[in-house]
């Protein structure tokens, strides 16, 4: 197994490989009571502090390969993702190590290391009813923005993949789940199109485009149109999956 530590942390490659050969049997499961069918998250602690060990699920039979002789693994990117954001100034667990092993040639795991974060909400949590959420609905599109203004298309910034940090108003933000990222300048569309996964409430797009017009620059009523658009067709166009998926489950008999 190949294994890649951060200069930056102090546990060996013994502990690591220790960790990774028992994953199965240690640590908690980060989606305690809920099938995570893609990739597979644990909590451990070791050496006094926490760590997150994601597992990546095994990759189809062509991008065993691919991942070996033509583009970098998830793990890898995560990790080598993880370090470009903290070198901007954008919040993410720390980095530690990735792991990958190999057989005749094709992936067969893949593991991305990084300190365990203590969080208190993530963007699916923000309810407009609760006071104060507004105020973290305007503080998470200023950190959007930043993520724009430094060159960074986060293309899962979706719900779950921001935590926040409340600190009694000094909101801090962390992405998570960083394989799949941009770095590069963004137009305006792309910007917004940014934003489609997040949410189908139109007045909690109202809110973002409000405070998104203000540090742009350009006119409230344009954002608005432009985020509305990428964010209905989205949502549309995941509920018509959603219900063709079923239809060929149903046909097929699967539950």
């Known amino acids: 197994m190949k294994i890649f530590i951060s200069k930056y942390h102090k546990l060996s490659k013994k502990n690591i490989e220790e960790i990774l050969l028992n994953f199965n049997s240690i640590g908690q499961s980060f ?22 060990i994601k597992s990546f699920k095994q990759p189809n039979y062509i991008n065993r390969y691919v991942y070996v ?30 792991a990958e092993e190999t057989s005749k040639g094709a992936l067969t795991k893949s593991f991305y290391i990084s300190e365990h974060l203590d969080y208190d909400l993530t963007f699916r949590d923000l309810d407009l009813n609760i006071p104060g959420h507004e105020d973290i609905l305007r503080a998470f599109t200023r950190f959007t923005f930043k993520l724009h203004e430094n ?13 926040i940090q409340l600190n009694n108003g000094d909101y801090q ?17 792309e910007r917004m199109k940014n934003f489609a996964r997040l949410t189908s409430d ?25 985020m509305w658009f990428y964010t209905h067709s989205f949502f549309v166009n995941r509920g018509k999956n959603r219900k063709l998926k079923q239809k060929f489950k ?3 008999g699967i539950k």
């Open 173 to 189: 933000f962390y992405l998570v789940d960083l394989n799949r990222m941009n770095f590069k300048p963004l137009n305006f569309p």
């Open 31 to 52: 989606f305690a009571g809920k099938k995570h069918r893609r990739n597979h998250i644990k909590v451990v602690e070791k050496e006094g502090m926490k760590f997150n």
């Open 69 to 98: 002789l033509f583009r970098e693994s998830k793990a890898e990117r995560s990790f080598k993702f993880a370090e470009k954001l903290i070198k901007k100034g954008i919040g993410t667990p720390k980095p530690i190590a990735f």
């Open 151 to 163: 060159n960074i298309e986060f293309l899962d910034h979706s719900p779950g993949n921001t935590l």
């Open 202 to 226: 139109k007045k909690k797009v109202e809110i973002m485009a409000e405070e998104y017009a203000e540090l742009i620059e350009k006119n409230e009523a344009e954002v608005f149109k432009k």
């Open 250 to 252: 149903n046909f097929l």
